[in-house]
């Protein structure tokens, strides 16, 4: 008779070195506590370099090393897509909606006039009542909203399209 168990979870350094060398890694399946560590690392690393990249570059390339910064963590959601029988879709036309939005703002003026000397408010918030902002911003709720809840339940125990589990294992028993 066959049954599936678990295989222990795996630590903060194990789960940060293992998502690390599977970083442009886009197939395969990644377990819960591996993409929650590299998260937690990424996020930190994420808020550090984009406040440097804000204080030293212009507003538009700013947001454009943002936007790749992101792209760092795309790989890994990815694979935790995966691992619970999701297509990646969902994570590229987040990450790509997120960054057309960004640019979107920057070039309306939208930064430039927050920032100015004078500011005027109205003009600002105009940028947000376009259709534009309003369709991509809805769009890029839904896929970010539908990618956190995938990434949060527990991988399938089975073999999918993407690969075997990486948290079940198959065992025979006598």
Known sequence: MKRMIAKPQLGFGEAVRLAFSRITQMSGRSRRSEFWWFILVYVIGYWVLSSIASVVLPVMEAQIAAGLIMLVAVPATARRLHDTGHGSWWVIVSWALNLAISIYMVKSGFFEELTSVNPD????????NGPVFGVASLALAV????TFIFCLLDSKPTANKYGESPKYEVVEEE
């Open 121 to 128: 408010p109205l003009k600002a918030v105009s940028t947000l």
């Open 143 to 146: 896929t970010s909203f539908a």
